[in-house]
């Protein structure tokens, strides 16, 4: 029984030359334009697009890298072309991981007083520094339970939206981010959270950007505390669980936040 449910499970995953062609699109380039940054002939990438022509381990890692395609991802065209898959996944808190998880504390006490986060790829919640109580104060405690996600708990109306004096500015700022995302990364758990959040209460701004960056103001008692976050992570790594990581920290946007921040330093 376990061989013929192996076998559908085979004989229902999509072709690699059909996940590539996905991808391509998704990327918003032309055949001839992957075959130039790849190196290989437009003729020989539409045979492998097709199904006419197998590609290697090689070809295949390398069209994805060209691609930029997510490392668990990845994985998907390496078994759909045949391959074992090669980049792994440890719990962080694997003894393997430990270099790793000494990497993490040291960035996130590295920001203290700033408050600062560590997500996956599906910005749940994973570790934060001492300051994030700052910012989570009030908030609903089934928000907060694991795996708590931390763009549900900034928009949603018992998490920290209330305390969110520019509210509709961040709401936007925080969907589109979210949204583009889901289109890099064709996660359709991101898709699903870009819905649920999309449909929160918040209001809609509609005035254009008028900068780079988009501040986090928040009430905190008699304080008003504006933020620019800072997005870090992983870019080498070769893990999944550290490649999917991130720590985005909430730096001062003006000396009266750094002064209010320094000032609740233990």
Wanted: zero cysteines; a negative charge; hydrophobic letters at 45%.
């Amino acid at each position: 029984m376990a061989s013929v449910h192996g076998m559908t499970s085979v004989a229902t995953r999509p072709a690699v030359g059909e996940l590539l062609r996905d991808w391509r699109l998704r990327r918003r380039l032309s055949q001839l334009d992957l075959a130039g940054d790849a190196g290989v002939s437009a003729r020989h990438l539409s045979f492998v697009e097709t199904g006419r022509a197998s590609p290697s381990r090689d070809m295949v890692l390398h069209l994805a890298e060209q691609l930029e395609v997510p490392l668990r991802e990845r994985n998907e065209l390496l078994l759909a072309a045949g391959f074992a898959p090669v980049y792994g996944r440890r719990a962080l808190d694997d003894p393997d991981m430990s270099a790793v998880r000494r990497a993490v504390d040291l960035v996130l006490a590295a920001y203290e007083p700033y408050p600062a986060v560590v997500v996956d790829r599906s910005w749940q919640l994973v570790a934060g520094n001492r300051s994030v109580a700052l910012l989570t104060e009030g908030v609903a405690e089934e928000l907060l339970a694991p795996p708590a996600n931390v763009l549900r708990l900034s928009l949603h109306p018992d998490g920290l939206a209330p305390r969110i004096l520019n509210l509709p500015q961040w709401r936007r700022h925080v969907l589109h981010r979210l949204d583009r995302e889901a289109q890099l990364t064709g996660d359709p758990q991101l898709r699903a959270l870009h819905r649920e959040l999309a449909a929160l209460p918040g209001g809609t701004d509609r005035t254009p950007p008028d900068g780079i960056a988009v501040p986090l103001r928040v009430r905190a008692g008699d304080d008003v505390l504006s933020f620019l976050s800072t997005v870090t992570t992983f870019g080498t790594a070769v893990d999944l669980t550290a490649a999917e990581l991130s720590i985005e920290a909430f730096l001062p946007a003006d000396p009266r936040t750094a002064e209010v921040l320094r000032g609740l330093a233990p």
